[in-house]
């Protein structure tokens, strides 16, 4: 497979918001390694034997349901153990497999912040592909300036799936994508956007980047647990107003 460099981020702490519940939450965060850049449509297709009509583009109209997919065809390409295993459509993540997978939220938003406390880690220009660049499609990776982590186009460009759910109480099953995208205004081009999909929904501007590091425990790692997802599935927060939440 083409090389999928990886950065290695230390340890750390990262502040998440939730915007419907108004409440923010810190969390401390293991070393760890992500992506570089995107996974892009070479690697995509090197690995799934398929068509790769722009290698250098990030892949894209991606489900979430692929994605992990190919996580586990990366590690297996590579020798490593599969960090999700699958009962029909419910995923299960190995929180101690060191395999390729998903960033839980709170990783990516940290590695994106790169230690930055606003909206973006730059002039946006400068960065990430957005509306502004008047670009029909994902351009190549790489072409605007990276973080203070050395990651490319965590802004702009495509969205990136995460492993975490979006919302249970209301949303269900979504899983929460992060970072704009080239047709998207500034205003959604933030660390701290999110937003998300149906598992097996796919958008021409949502693609994915690997992160991989095993830790102790099971079904919590990183910001995540299976525990505070069945809690928020049936919240009782006050709704907001014309809020009907799932059935």
Known sequence: MSDIEMARL???????????????????????????????????????????????????DLSWLRAVRFCNAASEWEGLDRAYTFDGEDVTWHVDSDGYRLPTEA???????????????????????????????????????????????????????CWDLLDPARYDAYRVFRGGGYADDAWSVRASVRRGGAPRMHHEDVGMRLARGGFDGVDAAQGWSAAVDRERAVSDDAAPIGWTPRR
């Open 10 to 60: 230390p340890a750390g702490e990262v502040m998440l918001h939730d915007a419907r519940r108004e409440r923010h939450r810190m969390v401390a965060l293991e070393p760890f390694e992500i992506g570089v850049f995107a996974v892009t449509e070479e690697q995509m297709a090197e690995v799934l034997g398929i068509a790769s009509r722009h290698p250098r583009r990030p892949a894209a």
């Open 107 to 161: 990783e990516w938003e940290y590695a994106c912040r790169a230690g930055s406390t606003g909206p973006h880690y730059g002039p946006l220009a400068d960065v990430a592909w957005t509306s502004a660049d008047g670009v029909t499609a994902p351009q190549n990776v790489g072409g605007k300036l990276p973080n203070l982590n050395g990651l490319f186009d965590t802004l702009g460009n495509v969205w990136e799936w």
